[in-house]
Structures are given as structure tokens and as C-alpha cells.
T-cell receptor, first 112, second 113 residues
Framework: EDQVTQSPEALRLQEGESSSLNCSYT??????LFWYRQDPGKGPEFLFT???AGEEKEKERLKATLTKKESFLHITAPKPEDSATYLC?????????????FGTGTRLQVTL | GAGVSQSPSNKVTEKGKDVELRCDPI?????LYWYRQSLGQGLEFLIY????????KSGLPSDRFSAERTGGSVSTLTIQRTQQEDSAVYLC???????????FGPGTRLTVL
């Protein structure tokens, strides 16, 4: 069965304390892996798309990487405004479908 | 430019009533998706439209749920005879074409009393 698992469920960091979030997946035929950020009461905000193992994308303090089994979202010197839930999702080759399968997210809190 | 918009932002209804949720995708996006996010759970796929056709309805939880898309643009998700377990945030997303990046709207929070 296709699965997407994110860890940890929750993470508390001090401002400036770098860390990584993990997204592991077991899917047949990956079309793309997506990272989103979700603030309370809002819809997911797109961050990155990764298509093949070895690919990396960066934006400000965030860097996403992809292997054949997992993806990491590295957060360098985080600030309180980086506090949010980070969601990982995969798009699979499923014939007629083009849906995203989401993990349950990592709730990140960055304190001063 | 304008993003995905959804209305209403909040809907409170009584058990057994029908509700309609609306989604306006980003202009020019051919693909449109509905998801549901329940408290403490991940996003759950409901249905996908390519143009006005729905190639994948596999995520609709029961026959009380239906959706349509007209003019390759606006979509409506209808829930008939609502139940308390239907309470959730319903999210709509659109993408330029199938398998492209999906951009989400703000969601409609549905509460069934």
C-alpha cells in the first residue's frame, strides 16, 4: 500500500537552531514530491516540488532534498515566523488519477 | 495574480441538511481537486477534475457527496443529508495541468450540528 510518513510529529526549536524534517514514502511510480507549509486556519502554501532522486531546491532558510525513499526539509537558522505545520505529499502514477497523497505533517514551533 | 478562492469560508448546518461548497480555481488551470482535512488527520483526496470531466471520484466517501465543474472553471461540491462526521475543512486546489504543482485555496470549514 502506498504510504507517506512524516517525522517528527512535532518539533520545537529555538531561534537559530537548525534541524531537518523527514518524509519517507513507499509508492509505486513517483511523479513528484511536494512540500507545503500550512498556517492555522489557512490552506496549504506551496514550497517545493522535487521530481527525481538527487534533486535539491532552496528558498530562503529552507532546503528540500530527495532520495529514492525519502525527502528532507532542512531549516537553517529558523525564525519564529517559520512556525507552521509542514506537509509532504506525493503524486503517483496511478493511471487516470492525479491526486496527492499527504503525510500527517510536522508541527514546527520556533521560539525566541 | 488571484489565487484559488472558496466560499463560504465557514458553514454551520444542521444534521440532515444539504450544503454546497464553491471553488474558483486560478484562471487557466485545467485541473481542479477537492480534499478534506479532518481534525488531527491528514488531507484526504476526494475528487479530481480535468476540464469538466471527473476521471477520478474514488475518494468520495459516500453517495451523499457529489461534485461538478462547469465551463472548465468553477466547481461545486455538494453534500446531501449532512452527518456530524462530515464536519471538516474542505480544501480545493488547482493546477495548470495534471500532475503539475497544486495550489490550494483557503478552505471552507464545515460544522454539522
Amino acid at each position: 500500500e502506498d504510504q507517506v510518513t512524516q517525522s517528527p510529529e512535532a518539533l520545537r526549536l529555538q531561534e537559530g537552531e537548525s534541524s531537518s524534517l523527514n518524509c519517507s514514502y513507499t509508492v509505486s511510480g513517483l511523479r513528484g514530491l511536494f512540500w507545503y507549509r500550512q498556517d492555522p486556519g489557512k490552506g496549504p502554501e506551496f514550497l517545493f516540488t522535487l521530481y527525481s532522486a538527487g534533486e535539491e531546491k532552496e528558498k530562503e532558510r529552507l532546503k528540500a532534498t530527495l532520495t529514492k525513499k525519502e525527502s528532507f526539509l532542512h531549516i537553517t537558522a529558523p525564525k519564529p515566523e517559520d512556525s507552521a505545520t509542514y506537509l509532504c505529499a506525493v503524486n503517483m502514477h496511478t493511471g487516470t488519477a492525479s491526486k496527492l497523497t499527504f503525510g500527517t505533517g510536522t508541527r514546527l514551533q520556533v521560539t525566541l | 495574480g488571484a489565487g484559488v478562492s472558496q466560499s463560504p469560508s465557514n458553514k454551520v448546518t444542521e444534521k440532515g441538511k444539504d450544503v454546497e461548497l464553491r471553488c474558483d480555481p486560478i484562471s487557466g488551470h485545467t485541473a481542479l481537486y477537492w480534499y478534506r482535512q479532518s481534525l488531527g488527520q491528514g488531507l484526504e483526496f476526494l475528487i479530481y477534475f480535468q476540464g469538466n470531466s471527473a476521471p477520478d471520484k474514488s475518494g468520495l466517501p459516500s453517495d451523499r457527496f457529489s461534485a461538478e465543474r462547469t465551463g472548465g472553471s468553477v466547481s461545486t461540491l455538494t453534500i446531501q443529508r449532512t452527518q456530524q462526521e462530515d464536519s471538516a475543512v474542505y480544501l480545493c486546489a488547482s493546477s495548470l495541468f495534471e500532475a503539475d504543482t497544486q495550489y490550494f485555496g483557503p478552505g471552507t470549514r464545515l460544522t454539522v450540528l
